[in-house]
């Protein structure tokens, strides 16, 4: 076989070939990565569309009733974690993660295996107390900082589930995540505003929850918003619209814990 | 699910570490408490059995400066402030019970100094 007139062909040529050959698909695959649909100049945090006296109830600590769970890990944390975790800024940035079976791991996932695997207890129940307020502390700590994506996260199993959940069509009223949270937002449905659907903020203080809630619970919500079917908390869907939130965010700030309506 | 509190960590009183002699100044308090109505159903669809705060003061000194009645209009996780202006240094502290005989407190001190 010849590769070309004045080459012999060598298995060096050919190795060199198939390198540039990758190289290029690589390259082409970049290019072509999808794109939150709204740009990042326009992202919003999901606070700059509740009133006025909500953002400033989120904005001072003493009056956040967040702060009160904030307070609760502190305390666990200083027990439990620092043994393995000298400082708890900057842990929240780096989830939802990507594991290696390609399934999605959440902040709540996280502090639970820790649970298990270090601290040698067991696992918390989804939204108990102790969890909700480790998970509220740890992510208090990173505020203001941005989560940090995995690589080519767009070429994960994990985000083209979630990107299908979030662009079909279900329920009775028809609707996609997309059509509200990437298309209407700072529009009203029935009195509420529409923001853009992000995740930052969470665990959050939901004044119609008159508590404190997981991304995961919020989640729920709006599948029952949209009358459909309601995936179990354990459903790794979620989990996949997690990490999906965090990729349309696109570096906007963590602020958690916020107050949402 | 039940909702335990971790003891002693379940509130927040908020006032100025340092102040002058009879400056006016806020106090705030903010505590968690579910506040339950008695109108709430469980997952299972049995009424949750009422639960509010039922009396709320706060002393400096052992004076008493504020009491409350709090009733179910009241949110949960309730945040209350007040003003008060005190001569010397000292410390607020904050009691209160709810329906269940369950009782928290928390205090906090203020340092006066010249004006």
């Known amino acids: 076989m010849r590769v070309c007139g004045l080459l012999h062909p060598s298995p060096v040529w050919v190795l060199l070939a198939a390198l540039l050959g990758c190289l290029a698909a690589n390259a082409s695959a970049q290019l072509a990565a999808p794109q939150p649909v709204i740009a990042k100049r326009d992202v919003r945090s999901g606070a700059t569309f509740t009133s006025a006296t909500i953002q400033a109830q989120q904005k001072d600590d003493d009056r956040n009733p967040g702060m009160l769970w904030v307070d609760q890990g502190r305390e666990i944390f200083a027990r439990d974690c620092v043994g393995c975790h000298a400082e708890p800024k900057g842990l929240a940035t780096q989830l939802p993660r990507l594991k290696t079976d390609g399934s999605v791991i959440t902040l709540e996932a996280q502090i639970n295996r820790c649970q298990v695997e270090r601290v040698k207890a067991v696992a918390y129940p989804i939204e108990s107390q102790p969890l909700l307020s480790l998970a509220t502390y740890v992510a208090f700590s990173s505020r203001g900082l941005a989560q940090q994506l995995p690589a080519n996260v767009t070429q994960s199993h994990a985000w083209q589930r979630a990107h299908n959940e979030f662009t079909r069509v279900q329920g009775k009223l028809d609707f996609n995540c997309r059509a509200c949270h990437d298309q209407l937002y700072g529009k009203r449905v029935r009195n509420v505003n529409i923001s853009q659907g992000y995740g930052v903020g969470y665990p959050a203080y939901r004044v119609e929850w008159q508590t404190l809630g997981s991304l995961n619970r919020r989640l729920r919500a709006c599948f029952f918003g949209m009358e459909t079917t309601v995936p179990a908390t354990s459903d790794p869907i979620l989990a996949d619209l997690e990490l999906y939130l965090a990729w349309r965010a696109q570096g906007l700030p963590l602020e958690a814990p916020a107050v949402r309506r | ?115």
Do not use: C
Not at chain 2, 14 to 27: N, T
Not at chain 2, 36 to 58: A, H, P, Y
């Open chain 2, 1 to 115: 699910m039940s909702i335990e509190p971790i003891p002693g960590r379940n509130a927040r009183l908020i006032v100025p570490p340092l102040v002058h002699a009879g400056e006016e100044f806020q106090v705030r308090l903010l505590i968690q408490h579910p506040m339950e109505t008695g109108f709430r159903r469980d997952v299972n669809g049995e009424l949750i059995e009422i639960n509010l705060l039922e009396s709320l003061s706060l002393d400096f000194e052992g004076q008493p400066v504020f009491t409350a009645l709090s009733m179910n209009a009241l949110t949960a996780n309730p945040y209350l402030a007040f003003v008060v202006a005190i001569k010397q240094s000292g410390s607020f502290n904050a009691r209160w019970r709810d329906q269940r005989g369950n009782v928290g407190s928390i205090s906090a001190s203020v340092r006066v100094v010249a004006s």
